[in-house]
């Protein structure tokens, strides 16, 4: 299950489930690219721990949602380590916001779904290229994309399920090639998304419905990444893999 000295990008790789996974990789012996969108400090503190355990890092920021920022990604990727890539781990997204359809404007469902499906959409194009034999793509959506998510959350949710679709086509599309494209789809973690965006008295709920009666951790989530990135998962591609304790079963 090796991936030493395998080039990693990381797209929103610096904190929460993110930084899990830069460190998890890194771990196994990748080389990774740590995106961050606006908060420095966390992209430095992520690359930091990484050389501090023997990694190697390099931080590159950039907005997924913007087609020059991506680019820009893969340059300084290919600056840092070299023209191939050999994994692209895709964990920018997020709620945004938690409203009602009669709440909805047009221009915040598009970008919803901007932020959540069109950056793995940029990303995935801009990386392939430089992609080869043996690859491997990971998307994250979630549990809301499977059961159109909770109170005010449609717009994510829907976004999610396009993720998981994505996930499909590109595995189809890009399986001659052997390269291979999963998706992960991640309950209740343990985050900043859901210290922002639930209410404690709900995640205890959730917590308590769960056969495993806890939260996940973001290093559990990290640990099926890696799993993913290796060639321990070589016949695995156009998988959805839930992630949630036996909360909910696809």
Do not use: W
Request: proline share 2%; glycine share 12%; with cysteine.
């Amino acid at each position: 299950m090796s991936i030493k000295n395998k080039v990693a990008i990381v797209a929103g790789g610096a904190r929460d489930i993110g930084r899990a996974v830069s460190e998890a990789l890194a771990a196994k012996g990748a080389k990774v690219v740590v995106n961050y969108f606006n908060n420095a400090e966390d992209g430095e503190a992520t690359v930091a721990a990484i050389k501090d355990a023997g990694g190697e890092a390099v931080a590159v920021q950039g907005d997924m949602t913007k087609q020059s920022d991506v680019e820009n990604l893969v340059a300084e990727a290919v600056k840092a380590f070299g023209d191939s890539i050999d994994i692209l781990v895709n964990v920018v997204g997020g709620l945004v916001a938690r409203k009602t359809l009669a709440e909805m404007d047009e221009d915040f469902f598009e970008y919803v779904m901007k932020l959540n499906l069109t950056s793995a959409f940029l990303t995935t194009k801009q990386v392939v290229p430089h992609m080869g034999d043996g690859s491997s793509i990971i998307n994250f959506a979630s549990l809301a994309g499977r059961d159109g998510g909770g109170p005010g959350a449609a717009a994510y949710a829907t976004s999610k399920g396009a993720v998981m679709t994505f996930t499909r086509a590109m595995a189809k599309e890009l399986g001659p090639s052997n390269i291979r494209v999963n998706c992960i789809c991640p309950g209740m973690i343990s985050t900043t998304f859901h210290d922002t965006f639930t209410k404690d008295a709900v995640r205890a709920n959730v917590a308590g419905a769960t056969p495993l009666r806890r939260e996940g951790g973001a290093d559990e989530v990290a640990n099926l990444v890696a799993y993913l990135a290796s060639p321990g998962s070589s016949f695995l591609t156009g998988t959805s893999i839930d992630i949630n304790g036996g909360l909910f079963f696809s």
